[in-house]
């Protein structure tokens, strides 16, 4: 047993339900207890989606436990087939179905209906929603690709995007637009918006985009194998990683690499002057594992941060993200609790985190600034405006994204011009910078932090180190969003030293040994 | 009695046959209650065993909430937990122990169960045994089951308080119990009209915490401010309490009714009620007739989500002048629901359970000007042109008693001014 409160993957039907969301012309009949249709509340609201997810569920109770469940299941199946009339089938069991051992498979091939019904064994004791996903599109591919006749023009397919997808619908224009540049077209795009018939023409193509590893891999490997198919390694997010991609996919389709860079802004918007400051911000990087190392590249190689340290969710990810971090001097996190993330991120003291909708909260609580770089999110990470992660305008939208929580040089200049200011005090904070609010400890989450201070805050050294009046003074001269770190840094700085006052010299010592 | 109420038919909807159905059910299961009921009861946890997917309904049901340190949790049973079941036992004692040692705060943990602790007959009584004594006298173990397979989304706060009745000390006093987890600026309204009323002492189940609790006996009273309490109201009775049957208290109506009936029982006229309840009475009733104007005359059509479904058709059409096509409810417990029942005027389709494709089928074929749903449906209705109100919000919004009346009344006016306002087409 394992105790959580947050989860970063929900279980591995929720997946397969992405799929199925995702495509048209499928429907999936799940066995599954009354209760388990929250989960389409993911789909209408979170994603806004203007139609039911095309789901069945059995629904069962307790009164039906024992034979009557798996007559439940093929009522279910016949009755969705009636009503709907999709073009092919996904059958499987939620996690308390697969402990009453129905099979679902067998029994929906026991119907015997006039069309491809593919069964899905998905272990929820075991995998997670990603795995869900990449799977569940894996088993519609064997089940219906099919080796057919190249397309008389360069093509390649699509594949990864997902309903509930971090941004997908707008990367897949971005990519299409990539393409087609190189004058090569999008054969079949999949899941995302994909007939069953359409996955049965996969082969046409020259060649497969793999957009999101997650939730696309095994189907790839598969196609690679089966349908003599390559696919590209490289997720074109950012410049230096859309610019690899294009000779990636010039090399596959024997074209040339051409990339119209006339609305690429990110380049010189982070060359300008105004982004000096963000030279060495130490930033930490959480999500799921593609979308953190295409961050970490971005991060480094073109805004100018440092990578304080970096992490994913999804251990099908664990071996890159450990090879990444090692090249970039940190060490990898990988862990789905997200205590540890917390815990991480408060020793290691960022100047910004990349992450999820939890690093979001994490980042609110430590007074940290935090921009969103990868599932799970919420409802106002599927926004109306175009904002792709990919591609040229994918750049544009990460630089304004990750700069925006941020105080930009100018006003960082203006706010130490006038820290003595009434209005600029350290109570006031920023109007519109809520991570930079002075941090208020809530009751429990006060007594949450006194539990968990004996290990946290034991330094080094246990000298007792007391601040001298002038030093004090001095500190507060300090620009409020840098203080605390100054404090801290000064402290641990004087108690390594064994010194057990703060003078002011003391903290411009510091300084000066902190410095880079 | 109150003059400015309408009259009341004899039998409302009491004899009107109900249309009983099973199929897909899309709707919460009892988990979803844990989301208000830790924020009533301050010094509880809850810890559900179940799956990923208990933790991640939790999740997606309570929103932000999820960040702020809740006082629940779901122990995830894994691979090895499902092998055998000595050892599923041992693991919860640790993953208790855990828990208690992170939280000395914590005075009464409930062991929830779930469809897969149920499906695997995980003994969590046996459990909340072993942990009481292990734990005593710092912390009260109780179980029940939230699970999907038995509980329908707020018959989970009925098993949780019908699992804590058999715990209350045995008294000999009248008192009376007020019960069902309200909000506490409704609460207080409520035990201020009874003191006003002459009623006491007055006790509330759920109490805030576990050392505010009370006995109940043979000379108990208790009276249900909400509809879903089924089991509760079992229990308290098998305790030889005795219930007050009354409609519940939403609208200006039904409080007053309430309260009259409750009046009734400690020997108080309604003219004591009247007269105290005058104020209250007189602002509630024009406070509904200002935010009700766009409900008149529309017809409303419930598909079964929390039980509040019959009061809150009783309310809307008796107070705000609506039309009932059908009232769905996923359970209909006569015992409790029989006040509302014969208030609300004859003509809805009453239904019990629910076959969700069906029941799809006919608010298409009824064209209702506002439908009532859980926010699976609320999008996929609204994209057909139907305006919906979402189900989720009439359980965690104040809405009972006289000052919420408007708020109840706007939160189902809001959605058709929002249509009446919107001057751009919706595709």
Known sequence: MKLTVWTYEGPPHVGAMRVATAMKGLHYVLHAPQGDTYADLLFTMIERRNHRPPVTYTTFQARDLGSDTANLFKTACLEAYD???????????SCTAELIQDDPGGMAETIGLPIPVIPLELPSYQRKENFGADETFLQICRHLARPVEKTAHPSANLIGPTALGFRHRDDITEVTALLEDMGISVNVCAPYDATPEDITRLGAAQFNVLMYPETGESACRWMERELGLPYTKVVPIGVGATRDFVAEVAALAGTEPKFDESRLRLPWYSASVDSTYLTGKRVFLFGDGTHVAAAARIARDEMGFEVAGMGCYNREMARPIRALAREYGVEALITDDYLEVEATIEALAPEMILGTQMERHIGKRLGIPCAVISAPVHVQDFPARYSPQMGIEGANVIFDTWVHPLVMGLEEHLLTMFREDFEFHDAAGPSHHGGHAPRVLGETEAAHRAEKAPEAAAPASSVEVVWLPAAEKELKKIPFFVRGKAKRNTETFASERGQSEISVETLYEAKAHYAR | MNDHSPPTPSRGCLDTPVLKERGQHEVFCG????????????????????????????????????????????????????????????????????????????????????????????????????????????????????????????????????????????????????????PDVVEEQALGL????????????????????????????????????????????RRGAQHIPAPMPFGEEGTTRFLEAIAAEFGIGADVVARVTEGPRARARAAIAKVSEPLRGKRIFFFPDSQLEIPL????????????????????????????????????RISEGQDVDRQLARVRADKPDLTVCGLGLANPLEAEGLATKWAIELVFTPVHFYEQAADLASLFARPLRRRAALRVEAT
């Open chain 1, 83 to 93: 009503r709907f009339r999709p073009q092919a089938m996904i059958v499987g069991a």
């Open chain 2, 31 to 182: 988990l979803t209650s844990i989301v208000w009921l830790h924020r009533k009861m301050q010094d509880a946890f809850f810890l559900v065993v179940g799956s990923r997917t208990c933790a991640h309904l939790l999740q997606s049901a309570a929103g932000v909430m999820i960040f702020a340190e809740p006082r629940f949790a779901t122990a995830i049973l894994e691979e090895t937990d499902l092998a055998g079941m000595a050892d599923a036992q041992e693991e919860l004692d640790r993953v208790v122990h855990e828990l208690l040692a992170r939280r000395p705060d914590i005075r009464q943990l409930f062991l929830v169960g779930s469809c897969p602790s149920e499906v695997i007959k995980l003994d969590l009584a046996k459990a909340a045994e072993r942990l009481t004594v292990a734990h005593a006298p710092n912390v009260r173990v109780l179980n029940y089951s939230g699970s999907g397979i038995e509980t329908t989304f707020t018959q989970g706060e009925d098993a949780c308080l019908a699992a804590m009745v058999p715990v209350l000390p045995e008294t000999q006093a009248r008192e009376l119990l007020l019960v069902g987890a309200l």
């Open chain 2, 194 to 237: 009874l003191e006003a009323i002459g009623v006491g002492p007055v006790r509330v189940l759920p109490a805030h915490t576990k050392a505010e609790e009370y006995g109940v006996g043979p000379n108990t009273v208790f009276a249900l401010t909400q509809p879903f309490l089924g089991e509760t109201h079992a229990a308290l009775i």
């Open chain 2, 313 to 348: 058709a009783r309310f809307l059409t008796r107070e705000c002048g609506m039309d009932a096509v059908e009232v769905g409810t996923p359970y209909l417990t006569r015992d409790i629901l029989g006040p509302d029942l014969a208030l609300l005027p004859a003509g809805p």
